[in-house]
């Protein structure tokens, strides 16, 4: 367990994660209006999104089925039955006056999502729960001196409300879930996990408490869009709490928002001012009722998921839990693993991938998807070292070769001539030579100076321009020192 | 007066298809009626050009031999309907200007069957109403008056809240009109101006594009001077729309077809809890009659029970204003209608909804708001749709021992323009024989029996299982055949 030391002593701290997930669907929850990201403003509006009189919602299948499949994923009860409620409360960028959301009877109840920690060790959080609502319309207060203008082209796009447990622990947990949650939504493809688009946004429950004690006042943190934000508010919101225990204060219950420039939380308001949202279920609505087949159809079809694919390339490259993790956090990453550790030396392979490329596209800046060098070229790198066409040291020089201008691995090798010398002969006049030029160190290590021998490899290899087979190099040079 | 504006809407539609007169005619005298008719301010908007216009291409379209089941047939449309381009009010000062630019889909279907559009008719604000005197464009007046029939007095109100459709339905100004029911405003209107209104089983007709007042409640429907023309106009505005999540797909029959006139062996229940309390003499009387009538038909009258009626006013006036409560929230002073600029959004919401809604409808959103706020909504809101269930309970219990239910539509005839205006009660009590049928989605249906004592006319309601519209105009018919209502209101056109 992770505490937090206070002045008198350690407090635990309890978060529950609530994340918005815009659901990828070409069209809104409600309406048939399209939902693509950076249009024009007001320019994926229907009648029914702006609240027209008289407009009615009508449901979008496609959004069920996303939001049934990331149930799925979370490995959740699926409702076969369930309501979609009003939530009231006037704001000019909710034309309706009210929110379609689900507020007794979700489309999915308890489900779980597996933590990877950084030490390689899991942990298991709960999920309450998963409902579909309508995202509200955005407010631009920054284009007039008095008004404030609007924009309904977010207003009706289908959202996932997935709330956790309050099973997490840290900051640092709280991070772990909502990569784990973005991965897994974007494995199922169900939820592209931009927060800097605002396409996931996170509002984070804040409590504490002495360790192992009763639950604490939380505080609810709205509208934080980073990991890192997050991490951050919770971290700042977690001490802010502990001071005013410590100082004999008690915790009000209330909403904050993070302050993004000067990473403070601060008050919004407090329960006594929290809107009555008045929730009733929908008249324009008939309950939700799911065909059982049909969620087996949904089920049938998922993809392989980060924890069952993690589970496999532990057992099938034995892999250790860390290079799994980073393997599986992102599809791309795994697909890519996996099309150049299929008939090689799978620990080479991750070595290779996670070292060298990720390494590589990381001081780049690039993604996996963009990556200069593809797969195909990375395996065949692998399979020159493999046939000691090369060394792993040459391999190295023609990875960034390779990554530099997108060459053949092959092409390198034999238009820089880097082939590997084999020749025991030739190993050997360049492994005379250099004892030759060398004699006070032949001397030395004789006497004893075993570390030298490094020193003679290092030579041989620079007088073979690096292309001598290191294993030739090691057997010769052995033979010749000692013999 | 225009003896083409005297017929029926079978009628009409004989003498367009042998060619006696053409739908420009027919549409004409309309027009002429509706200027007529404007002491009794029926109408918000007048459309005389479009109506012109539309029954030109009526007459093309019976030349070229493709003229549809109501084509030539002028109607006046509630205001509650958005019509593309013409003015909709939802008789409220807060949609202002108001110009849709889609056409809902119940008038959609009835142009599609060739019905020409006189105009928009008046209605209690936002449909909240029974007496059509809280809409921002004025009290409708009902063209029958108590007394002798020729001498015309304005001094009743027409029900509501479809009261402009009813009156102009009796003033002889449109062969038809559409209304809407929430809790009973096409059937007691249609009661209280001497004309046949029929609410279809909720899911008949599509709600979309008609302002929302109560979307578990609303159902849109004809109102006509005959059954017969209920069951034409019926049948081109229903049908299922996969735009509104609530309409049914069910196929829509030939409800005229429905009018065999033979009722013999069909139970008729009797609800022994519609004898109210303090309900006048001659519609108890008018009750019985009805009853006679259909036994003298051959139908078999059953007591029945529905134990539950007393609670039915109660959870509607807690179900009706919780949604509309809601639904209202959407005028805003944003998007479309009126603006009170402020000082601030706040401000501006004030200061538009204060101006914007007149007193009933403010009534009718704080007791919304009330009823759904925490701490309040179990007790109230929740334990309402408990009432509902048991309220559906008992009539289907009752559709076991009968087929069609027979009740009077409203516990009295048409009131004074004044009376009940200080006591929401009151007149919250004028719908306490049709508001059970639209909390339990069932299809009504109300048609003249007679005149009271006073010489107003009084109405008769029939009840039907769901979607069983069939079974009400098969009835219905009969009863009508029975009471052979004449009688013509003081105020014609």
């Known amino acids: 367990m992770t505490y937090i030391q206070g002045e008198t002593g350690n407090w635990e701290v309890v978060i529950g994660l609530e994340v918005h997930a815009q659901i990828i669907s070409k069209a809104k929850l409600f309406s048939g209006a399209a939902t693509d990201f950076g249009s024009d403003p007001n320019s994926q509006v229907s009648f029914v999104d702006a609240a027209f009189p008289g407009m009615l919602p009508v449901i979008n299948a496609f959004c069920v089925e996303q939001a049934v499949r990331t149930g799925l994923g979370l490995k959740a009860e699926i409702n ?30 308890r489900g779980q999502l597996v933590l990877d920690l950084p030490d390689g060790s899991s942990r298991t959080v709960g999920i309450t729960r998963l409902h579909l609502e309508q995202d509200a319309g955005k407010s631009i207060h920054d284009q007039h001196p008095t008004k404030t203008f609007i924009d309904l082209n977010r207003s009706g796009v289908a959202l996932m409300e997935i709330v956790s447990e309050p099973d997490l622990r840290s900051a640092e947990e709280a991070g772990a879930y909502l990569r784990k949650l973005r991965s897994i939504l974007r494995y199922l493809g ?22 192992g004690g009763e639950l604490g006042t939380r505080c609810e943190i709205k509208n934080v869009n980073s990991i890192r934000f997050v991490q951050a508010a919770i971290d700042f919101e977690a001490r802010r709490q502990i001071e005013v225990l410590e100082e004999g204060g008690t915790i ?13 939380t601060r008050s919004m308001r407090s329960k006594e001012e929290a809107h009555d949202y008045r929730y009733f279920p929908d008249p324009d609505l008939l309950p939700l009722e799911l065909d059982p087949a049909w969620v087996e159809e949904i089920r049938r079809a998922l993809p392989e998921l980060p924890d069952e694919k993690k589970a496999r390339f532990m057992a099938d490259f034995k892999l250790s839990a860390y290079d799994a993790n980073v393997l599986v956090n992102e599809k791309a ?39 200069p060098v593809s797969a195909a070229d990375l395996g065949a790198l692998l399979d020159l070292i493999g046939d ?12 960034e070769e390779m990554f530099a201008t997108g060459a053949k691995p092959g092409d390198i090798v034999e238009k820089k001539g880097l082939r590997q010398v084999t020749d025991t002969g030739a190993i050997e006049s360049a492994i005379d030579a250099v004892l030759a030029a060398n004699a006070d160190k032949v001397e030395e290590f004789r006497s004893g100076k075993d570390k030298l021998f490094g020193f003679f490899v290092g030579q041989t290899m ?12 090691n057997e010769i040079l052995t033979r010749k020192l000692k013999g | 007066m225009s003896a083409l504006t005297r017929m029926t809407m079978a009628e009409a539609l004989k003498g367009l298809a042998a060619r006696e007169f053409t739908a420009v005619e027919l549409t004409e005298a309309h027009v002429r009626a509706v200027e007529a008719a404007r002491p009794l301010n029926a109408f918000i908007t007048e459309t005389p050009d479009k109506a012109l216009e539309m029954a030109r291409a009526s007459d093309a379209r019976r030349a070229r031999g493709e003229a549809g089941p109501m084509d030539g047939l002028p109607i006046a449309v509630k205001d509650l309907f958005c019509t593309r381009d013409v003015l909709t009010t939802a008789a409220s000062h807060i949609l202002d200007g108001f110009h849709p630019q889609y056409e809902s889909s119940v008038t959609t279907n009835l142009w599609r069957d060739g019905a020409v559009m006189l105009g928009k008719v008046n209605l209690d604000e936002f449909a909240m109403g029974s007496a059509n005197i809280t809409s921002y464009y004025g009290d409708v007046v009902n063209p029958w008056s108590p007394g002798d029939a020729g001498a015309w007095e304005r001094r009743l109100v027409p029900g509501g809240s479809s009261g402009g459709s009813a009156a102009a339905v009796a003033a002889r100004c449109a062969l038809g009109a559409t209304g809407t029911d929430t809790g009973g405003s096409i059937r007691q209107p249609a009661a209280f101006a001497g004309i046949v209104g029929i609410k279809p089983t909720y899911g008949r007709c599509s709600r979309w594009g008609i302002v929302a007042f109560a979307s578990s409640l609303d159902q849109a429907g004809p109102m006509t001077r005959t059954v017969r023309d209920s069951a034409i106009m019926l049948r081109s505005m229903a049908g299922f729309d996969p735009k509104d999540s609530t309409s049914v797909d069910m196929p829509v029959p030939d409800f005229e077809a429905a009018l065999t006139g033979d009722v013999r062996g069909l139970r008729v229940g009797i609800p022994r809890e519609y004898r109210v309390d303090g309900m006048p003499a ?30 039915a006013l109660p959870a509607y006036y807690i179900v009706a204003p919780a949604e509309a409560s809601s639904n209202l929230a959407r005028y805003d002073g944003v998007r479309y209608g009126l603006r009170v600029e402020g000082g601030n959004l706040k401000e501006m919401y004030e200061n538009t909804r204060g101006a914007g809604f007149g007193k009933e409808v403010r009534r009718r959103i704080l007791i919304g708001t009330y009823v759904l706020s925490a701490g309040y909504y179990d007790a109230y809101y929740l334990k309402a749709q408990k009432v509902r269930t048991r309220i559906k309970q008992d009539f289907d219990a009752a559709f076991t021992r009968c087929d069609v239910i027979l009740t009077p539509t409203a516990p009295s005839g048409a009131f004074a323009i004044g009376e009940k205006m200080d006591d929401p009660i009151q007149m919250y009590l004028n719908d306490v024989f049709t508001v059970p049928v639209n909390l339990a989605g069932l299809p009504g249906m109300s048609l003249p029996a007679g005149l009271g004592a006073d010489g107003l006319p009084l109405g008769l309601q029939l009840i039907g299982r769901p979607f069983d519209e069939e079974t009400l105009f098969r009835v219905g018919g009969v009863l009508e055949e029975a009471a052979q209502f004449t009688a013509t209101p003081p105020f014609m056109a």
């Open chain 1, 388 to 399: 000691n066409t090369i060394s792993g040291r040459i391999a190295k020089e023609v990875f």
């Open chain 1, 80 to 109: 076969l039955v369930s309501v979609f409620d009003r939530k009231n409360y006037f704001y000019a960028d909710l034309p309706q006056g009210y929110q379609i959301s689900q507020f007794q009877q979700p489309v999915v109840g």
């Open chain 1, 252 to 264: 009000v219950q209330e909403t904050r928002l993070w302050d993004t420039t000067r990473l403070v």
């Open chain 2, 282 to 311: 001659e519609i108890e009387a008018m009750w019985q009659r009805g009853v006679e009538w259909l036994k003298a038909a051959g139908a078999e009258p059953v007591e029945i029970s529905l134990p539950h009626t007393k609670y």
């Open chain 1, 462 to 473: 620079k007088a073979t321009q690096g292309k001598a087979n290191p294993a030739l190099v």
């Open chain 1, 190 to 211: 169900t939820c592209d996990g931009n927060m800097e688009e605002g396409s996931m946004r996170c509002d984070c429950n804040v409590s504490v408490r002495r360790p």
């Open chain 1, 333 to 371: 990453k795994a697909d890519y693993f996996e099309a150049v550790a299929n008939g090689r030396d799978a620990k080479m392979a991750a070595n290779w991938v996670t070292g060298e490329l990720f390494g590589a596209l990381n001081k780049a800046g690039r993604e996996i998807e963009d990556s």
